[in-house]
T-cell receptor, first 109, second 115 residues
Framework: AQRVTQPEKLLSVFKGAPVELKCNYSYSGSPELFWYVQYSRQRLQLLLRHISRESIKGFTADLNKGETSFHLKKPFAQEEDSAMYYCALSASGSNKFYFGSGTKLNVKP | DARVTQTPRDKVTEMGQEVTMRCQPILGHNTVFWYRQTMMQGLELLAYFRNRAPLDDSGMPKDRFSAEMPDATLATLKIQPSEPRDSAVYFC?????????????FGPGTRLTVL
């Protein structure tokens, strides 16, 4: 069965420090992986997807099929990065998403 | 800038009352999703429609929840009777169906409080 695990509920870092939000998945096929972000009292919005292989707002994420991970990274965190981050998986041939439980990132000044 | 809209934005009701939440997907999108967000569980998929047909509602308590799409511009989620444990933020999302995963566009959510 498909499953997305985000082991950290809360991650606190200081401004300028590197940040890594962990995401592990279980899926036997070829998944599509996404990161969604929800800023305070706003709607969820797509941050990035693995097939795009792009950097958004300084964030990158690499799909590691060997470790079944899709960790989100940023070398220098900014206060405006404070938000809730959700990792999501879409099974091949399906429009259905499986979301992780989310990680709240708090960037301190 | 097309967006998913949801009404109401906030709803406070008493236990036992019926609650109806509405969603207008982005025009042209043929997939619609209902999610429930809580602190403990994060985002849970309740129901999923493609071309207005329900494809998956396994995440929805069947005895009190129902989801419908009366037409392509309206999706509804109904709770009857509501219970305090239903208090959560309910999100609707829409997307373009097709092979593989496609971006889901989320509405602003309905914050439901059942007293």
């Amino acid at each position: 069965a498909q499953r997305v695990t985000q082991p950290e509920k809360l991650l606190s870092v200081f401004k300028g420090a590197p940040v890594e939000l962990k995401c592990n998945y279980s899926y036997s096929g070829s998944p599509e992986l996404f990161w969604y972000v929800q800023y305070s009292r706003q709607r969820l919005q797509l941050l990035l997807r693995h097939i795009s292989r792009e950097s958004i707002k300084g964030f990158t994420a690499d799909l590691n099929k060997g470790e079944t991970s899709f960790h989100l990274k940023k070398p220098f965190a900014q206060e405006e990065d404070s938000a809730m981050y959700y990792c999501a998986l879409s099974a091949s041939g399906s429009n259905k998403f499986y979301f992780g439980s989310g990680t709240k990132l708090n960037v301190k000044p | 800038d097309a967006r998913v809209t949801q009404t109401p934005r906030d709803k406070v009701t008493e236990m036992g009352q019926e609650v109806t939440m509405r969603c207008q997907p982005i025009l042209g999108h043929n997939t619609v999703f209902w999610y429930r967000q809580t602190m403990m569980q994060g985002l849970e998929l309740l129901a999923y429609f493609r071309n207005r047909a329900p494809l998956d509602d396994s995440g929805m308590p069947k005895d009190r929840f129902s989801a419908e799409m009366p037409d392509a511009t309206l999706a509804t989620l109904k709770i009857q009777p509501s219970e305090p444990r239903d208090s959560a933020v309910y999100f609707c999302a829409s997307g373009l169906g097709g092979p593989g995963g496609n971006e889901q566009f989320f509405g602003p959510g309905t914050r439901l409080t059942v007293l």
